[in-house]
């Protein structure tokens, strides 16, 4: 079965900077599109930044200019770099391929305080 592992969370002041990486015991990255999603208490989980096969991204209004989404095929490596973090940044982070999602990991906390 394959296994998602999210990493790199942490506690950061606003304005700070983080960096999540993402990885799948299997091919799975290769040759799909990949997302990074979060999910903060008592919401739903949202998708923030995509990266296509061939490497195009596309992010949510709400991270626009500011978070930074990147991929490793060859290390089966999806990462997300934050950058100006805001307290509503703060969430449980995810990645998945997208459309279609895989079992989704644990998750890594990234809060981000006032």
């Known amino acids: 079965q394959v296994q998602l592992v999210e990493s790199g969370g942490g506690l950061v002041q606003a304005g700070g900077s983080l960096r999540l990486s993402c990885a799948a015991s299997?091919?799975?990255?290769?040759?799909?599109?990949l997302g990074w999603f979060r999910q903060a208490p008592g919401k739903q989980r949202e998708l923030v930044a995509a990266i296509t096969s061939n490497g195009s991204p596309s992010y949510a209004h709400s991270v626009k200019d500011r978070f930074v989404i990147a991929r490793d095929n060859a290390k089966n490596t999806v990462a997300l770099e934050m950058n100006s973090l805001k307290p509503e940044d703060t969430a449980v982070y995810y990645c998945?391929?997208?459309?279609?999602?895989?079992?989704w990991g644990q998750g890594t906390q990234v809060t981000v305080s006032s």
């Open positions: 299997g091919s799975i990255f290769n040759n799909n599109a």
């Open positions: 998945n391929t997208l459309p279609d999602s895989h079992a």
